[in-house]
């Protein structure tokens, strides 16, 4: 009995050792057969050391390849705690060089990692701070490469671009809304340690980073420096609560320029309030339009050919009574009788009520549909808000009244721009866009295009035609005659909109507007013009913002080297306008057969001989009344 309880005891022992054997080799085979990758990572992970280089983030460019936003290169120190032999020395002499507290410095080196980055104190290093770093000489500290995002022009154009945090990570605008693209593949430089962390050899294994891809914008710096520099004056001149302007190709649906005031620095943005660095105004600003509305007014009407601009008329006594409601005109005691074209050139309320009834309340939400204003551009920026208006069966008689003259809807300026672009570029809504294409930094192929997209069409050309037509009257012969550039076409629409507080108008405190846009016959550019509240001065779009828009137009011309139109509609001048006149034509003639013709003129002769050869300005451009004309002789 005893010898069979030994024997079993034994079996028992030896099956038991059997099975530790048999689980052992299944973990060793588990280890280097599914674990061996894991392992040997995390092996490497002790002795092998990487030292980071920040990829370069893309360049933005504008239309024309001029760099809107790059890197400039900089230094990050990291340290490898373990090759640090005395602590305490390196911390005191790093918080030194840094202006840093000791303390931290010290936490830093203190740490059980096999690499540590110094931050923030030690990142984005000047050029001198890092080599003062570097003559200590001391074993541990590296000193490598980081990109900083440089933005050129500081603060122009600052809400498009929008900014970068400290890991060049996009926070706002482009940066924000490209970040994928925009963000490259960081590299690093390899090499091997003991478990102490110093190293066993000098072969270093070098990663090259993948710098980010390029993107082209359809903004032009020269036209958006224009823009700047116009709200800039503005700014200064009224001190309004804020500013903004947009040019706009009609045609595509390409912003050329936008901006807006207060701005920021994105080369420093941590310096201003979030409402500033966040709110890009032209995308993000939601106001009733006021009279540059009434543009859409006219469009619906003639495309739907209820009102003739040259024989239907109209008496504007003063105002109009809609139910119970008194809607009064900007002029007091009224234009009296007018044709329609004047009640657009006069921007006459009671006119556009009238015009408004007879398209009727259906047609007219219709078009207010058509023309984009209740639905977001989709424009490619972040922050973009979309329009406010009554649902059709809220509009009774009165809000109908007041939405045909752009009162009770609420819009923002790029709806407009873009709607506005449709009444005039022969009725096609485009798509607004900002990026042009993205391409890869070394091949310099393109990755991705926009391309007009056309969503849908709302008038016919013929509409479009008289829209064009009309609107270059009304800054020929009406209330847009500050924006009026003698020798070119421009059209365009004053607009004066009273603010609303808690529901209530407020007194004295408008947004005065002005969309214009030239050459009037054939669209290139639709500037449009916002100021939020103007001090001392009479605040009508007119007076205030027309003007801002002309120089933005005339900039554009230089820039440009646009030639004068061949002809124009002649300005209605008042006495208080320097008036324009013809210039004579004289070439081939002899002094004295032009003396008649350049009476009240200064004349200043070049050359010899008696015939006239050249003449500055040409016959037929408009210069100032007694104007200077430059003849050559020969």
């Given at each position: 009995m005893f010898i069979k309880d030994k024997q079993l005891r034994i079996k028992i022992i030896l099956f038991s050792i059997a099975f530790?054997?048999?689980?052992?080799?299944?973990?060793?085979?588990?280890?280097?057969?599914?674990?061996?990758?894991?392992?040997?990572?995390?092996?490497?992970?002790?002795?092998?050391?990487?030292?980071?280089?920040?990829?370069?983030?893309?360049?933005?460019?504008?239309?024309?390849?001029?760099?809107?936003?790059?890197?400039?290169?900089?230094?990050?120190l990291y340290v490898v705690p373990n090759q640090i032999k005395d602590k305490e020395k390196t911390a005191k002499k790093l918080s030194e060089i840094l202006n840093a507290n000791y303390d931290d410095i010290l936490k830093h080196l203190n740490k059980r990692t096999s690499l540590e980055k110094i931050n923030p104190e030690g990142r984005q290093l000047?050029?001198?701070?890092?080599?003062?770093?570097?003559?200590?000489?001391?074993?541990?500290?590296?000193?490598?490469?980081?990109?900083?995002?440089?933005?050129?022009?500081?603060?122009?154009?600052?809400?498009?671009?929008?900014?970068?945090?400290?890991?060049?990570?996009?926070?706002?605008?482009?940066?924000?809304?490209?970040?994928?693209?925009?963000?490259?593949?960081?590299?690093?430089?390899?090499?091997?340690?003991?478990?102490?962390?110093?190293?066993?050899?000098?072969l270093e294994i070098y990663e090259q980073a993948q710098n980010g891809m390029d993107i082209t914008l359809t903004i032009d710096i020269d036209i958006q420096?224009?823009?700047?520099?116009?709200?800039?004056?503005?700014?200064?001149?009224?001190?309004?609560?804020?500013?903004?302007?947009?040019?706009?190709?009609?045609?595509?649906?390409?912003?050329?320029?936008?901006?807006s005031r207060p701005t920021f620095d994105s080369n420093n943005y941590q310096d201003y309030d979030l409402e500033t660095i966040n709110r890009?105004?032209?995308?993000?600003?939601?106001?009733?339009?006021?009279?540059?509305?009434?543009?859409?007014?006219?469009?619906?009407?003639?495309?739907?050919?209820?009102?003739?601009?040259?024989?239907?008329?109209?008496?504007?006594?003063?105002?109009?009574?809609?139910?119970?409601?008194r809607i009064k005109c900007w002029k007091a005691g009224g234009h009296g009788a007018e044709t329609f074209l004047q009640?657009?050139?006069?921007?006459?309320?009671?006119?556009?009520?009238?015009?408004g009834q007879r398209l009727g309340t259906e047609r007219l939400y219709n078009y207010v549909k058509k023309f984009g204003f209740m639905d977001k551009t989709g424009?490619?920026?972040?922050?973009?808000?979309?329009?406010?208006?009554?649902?059709?069966?809220?509009?009774?008689?009165?809000?109908?009244?007041?939405?045909?003259?752009?009162?009770?809807?609420?819009?923002?300026?790029?709806?407009?721009?873009?709607?506005?672009?449709?009444?005039?570029?022969?009725?096609?809504?485009?798509?607004?866009?900002?990026?042009?294409?993205?391409?890869?930094?070394?091949?310099?192929?393109?990755?991705?295009?926009?391309?007009?997209?056309k969503v849908r069409q709302v008038i016919s050309s013929e509409t479009s035609k008289l829209v064009r037509y009309t609107l270059e009257s009304v800054v020929a012969n009406g209330t847009g005659k500050n924006a009026y550039i003698e020798n070119y076409r421009v059209g365009g629409k004053t607009g004066t909109a009273q603010k609303v507080n808690n529901g209530t108008y407020m007194t004295g405190n408008y947004i005065v507007s002005f969309m214009g846009f030239f050459p009037a016959d054939k669209p290139e550019y639709v500037v449009y013009v916002a100021i939020d509240n103007p001090k001392g001065i009479t605040q009508y779009g007119g007076t205030v913002s027309a003007p801002i828009a002309k120089g933005i137009m005339e900039n554009i011309i230089s820039i440009k080297k646009i030639k004068p139109a061949s002809e124009v509609i002649p300005r209605e001048y008042t006495w208080l306008d320097t008036k324009y006149v013809k210039a004579p034509n004289v070439l081939n003639l002899t002094k004295k057969e032009a003396s008649s013709l350049l009476k009240g003129f200064k004349v200043e002769y070049n050359g010899n001989g008696n015939k006239i050869i050249y003449q500055d300005p040409e016959p037929d451009i408009y210069i100032k009344e007694n104007g200077t004309i430059k003849i050559m002789l020969g």
């Open positions: 530790i054997l048999l689980i052992i080799l299944i973990r060793i085979f588990w280890i280097q057969v599914f674990s061996y990758n894991k392992l040997n990572n995390l092996a490497n992970s002790l002795w092998h050391r990487n030292l980071p280089i920040t990829a370069d983030r893309g360049n933005i460019l504008d239309r024309n390849g001029k760099v809107l936003a790059t890197n400039i290169t900089t230094t990050t000047d050029s001198e701070i890092a080599d003062k770093i570097n003559n200590l000489n001391i074993d541990g500290l590296y000193l490598m490469k980081e990109a900083k995002r440089y933005y050129p022009y500081n603060e122009v154009l600052a809400h498009v671009l929008g900014y970068v945090g400290i890991d060049n990570q996009g926070l706002s605008g482009l940066e924000l809304k490209y970040d994928e693209y925009l963000t490259g593949k960081d590299g690093s430089i390899k090499y091997t340690s003991d478990g102490k962390g110093n190293r066993l050899n000098n420096l224009a823009l700047e520099k116009e709200l800039e004056n503005a700014t200064s001149k009224y001190n309004p609560e804020s500013a903004l302007a947009i040019v706009m190709d009609p045609n595509t649906g390409e912003i050329l320029a936008m901006g890009n105004l032209p995308i993000w600003k939601n106001y009733e339009p006021g009279s540059t509305f009434k543009i859409l007014t006219l469009a619906a009407s003639l495309e739907e050919k209820t009102v003739n601009l040259f024989t239907d008329t109209y008496f504007d006594g003063g105002g109009i009574n809609v139910e119970n409601a009640v657009v050139e006069n921007s006459c309320n009671p006119g556009f009520v009238v015009m424009i490619d920026l972040n922050g973009e808000s979309k329009g406010i208006m009554f649902k059709l069966k809220d509009i009774g008689p009165v809000e109908q009244a007041t939405i045909s003259f752009g009162q009770g809807i609420s819009v923002t300026p790029i709806q407009q721009v873009t709607g506005v672009s449709a009444a005039i570029n022969g009725g096609i809504l485009n798509k607004p866009y900002v990026v042009k294409y993205i391409t890869e930094p070394e091949t310099k192929d393109i990755i991705l295009e926009n391309k007009t997209t």
